[in-house]
């Protein structure tokens, strides 16, 4: 490697690296906010929590490297340009292509790891990932007594406490609704003051209650009156309540009941699924005439004709039951179409149903090719710009940066909703922002070999002078 390439990597892998780490965490911030109400107040632990953020940090990082490549291309190229090293260097002999071959090289092999990482590691993952998430969303939030409050978060017991004590755990006024036995309030307890404390290595919760009263409803026929209803009532001094702490622990569900999504396959687990669906919709679409036949009824009226002096008479009992087929035989036709109307449009719809299922699939596939693919794409319009701009840090290459993303995100996602719905194949609607964006990159690439002075000022009063001019 000569020493213009290593100046040119040392240029580049400094800001790819910052870059990287600020769009990923932006990204997983944003992204963390969905489920900001479902994880706090559940005393989990740091493990947990650096955990699933580390299973989104690597979900997040096909999304954050095409934006990485594109900002730290500008900031490095432009900082080039800013400081005239660029100039020298192209003074020396060297064209633009060449100072931009060895970060096109790293771009490039960055875009093949890309790939086997998202079609390898980020499945796995999100497999990962969303399990957990699952088992936090199923886990209790923490216990938390409110003065004046029923609090139910223990299985069986509705329980208020009217005052706390500060700390120590002492409460004043307790009021609990044992249902653990069945029936409505068959077991209620009150206690003019208690304490609360944990045992057993925090996994039981122990409420010790003085001077109170229990009463208990010892009817066991629910359909009695309430006078024949007999209430025991037994005071204490002291009394002690143990509850069970273990519904509130993270329990881990086994991650294979997650699998079937098509965010945990790669591409040859996709593929298969694929390929079963779209069968699936071939099926069903040629087997509609044979499950639509039966709804058919085909009827023959017997109009019976009496022959009176050689002339055909119709009776007056044959008129009459003429007109009361022909109703009958016409709701029964309104009847028969509403429900093949109703069959078909079912029908319809469950094999749409299926396509769409399969596009969901197959998007998944081409999903990763076009993450990989946008990390180069994002180059050619990055490096390009940067020479052309001449601006380094954190100022205008962010605007543009920005600018140019958000383009690609929302073609991206016109792209894969266009491909789902079926109103584009899909490889066209995924592979369409990539298309489009790829010759603005060349023609940047055009006007920076070309020492274009594309974003100034008299470039485009010359421009507009020009065609002024091509008009008279």
Do not use: C
Request: aromatic share 12%; no cysteine.
């Amino acid at each position: 490697m000569k020493k213009l390439d290593k100046l040119i990597i040392r240029s580049f892998i400094g800001p790819f690296i910052l870059t990287f780490a600020v769009v990923e965490f932006i990204l997983l911030t944003q992204y963390m906010l969905k489920y900001l109400d479902e994880l706090v107040g559940k005393d989990l632990g740091a493990s947990v929590f650096g955990e699933l953020l580390f299973y989104f940090s690597i979900n997040m990082a096909p999304v954050a490297l095409p934006l990485a490549v594109l900002l730290s291309s500008l900031m490095t190229y432009g900082t080039l340009g800013e400081h005239h090293e660029l100039t020298a260097i192209k003074t020396s002999g060297v064209a633009l292509p060449r100072i931009l071959r060895p970060v096109f090289i790293f771009t490039t092999v960055l875009g093949i790891a890309a790939f086997f990482f998202n079609n390898n590691i980020v499945p796995k993952a999100n497999l990962k990932a969303y399990s957990l998430l699952w088992d936090i969303r199923q886990t209790k939030p923490t216990m938390n007594f409110k003065e004046g409050a029923f609090y139910n978060g223990l299985p069986g017991y509705s329980i208020k406490i009217n005052e706390k004590l500060g700390d120590g755990g002492a409460v004043r006024d307790v009021m609990i609704y044992d249902h653990t036995q069945g029936g409505n309030n068959s077991r209620i307890i009150l206690a003019d003051s208690g304490r609360m404390f944990t045992e057993h290595n925090d996994n039981y919760l122990v409420l010790e209650l003085f001077d109170g009263n229990i009463y208990v409803n010892q009817s066991n026929n629910t359909l009695r009156s309430s006078s024949e209803d007999q209430f025991v009532r037994q005071r204490f001094e002291e009394s002690k309540i143990m509850f069970s702490l273990s519904s509130f622990d993270l329990s881990r569900t086994r991650e294979e009941y997650f699998s079937d999504n098509k965010m945990m396959k790669n591409i040859a687990e996709l593929d298969l699924v694929t390929d079963s669906l779209t069968n699936l919709s071939q099926k069903d679409r040629s087997k509609f005439i044979t499950n639509v036949d039966p709804f058919y009824m085909y009827m023959k009226v017997d109009t019976t004709r009496t022959k009176i002096g050689g002339q055909a008479i119709i009776s007056k009992e044959l008129d009459k039951e003429l007109p009361d087929v022909k109703a009958s035989t016409l709701m029964m036709a309104k009847n028969k179409a509403r429900n093949i109307k109703t069959f078909t449009t079912s029908y319809i719809e469950r094999v749409n149903s299926t396509v769409r299922e399969a596009n969901n699939f197959e998007i998944e596939i081409w999903k990763k090719y076009t993450q990989s693919a946008s990390i180069i794409v994002m180059f050619l319009i990055g490096a390009p710009l940067g020479a052309i701009i001449k601006k380094g840090g954190l100022g205008v290459p962010v605007i543009i940066s920005i600018i140019f993303f958000i383009v690609m995100y929302v073609l991206s996602i016109l792209g894969e909703k266009w491909a789902r719905e079926g109103l584009l194949p899909v490889p066209v609607g995924m592979w369409a922002s990539n298309a489009i964006l790829i010759p603005i990159g060349l023609f940047f690439l055009y006007q920076a070999r070309n020492d274009s002075s594309l974003l100034e000022t008299d470039f485009w009063r010359k421009t507009l002078t020009r065609l002024k001019r091509n008009k008279l």
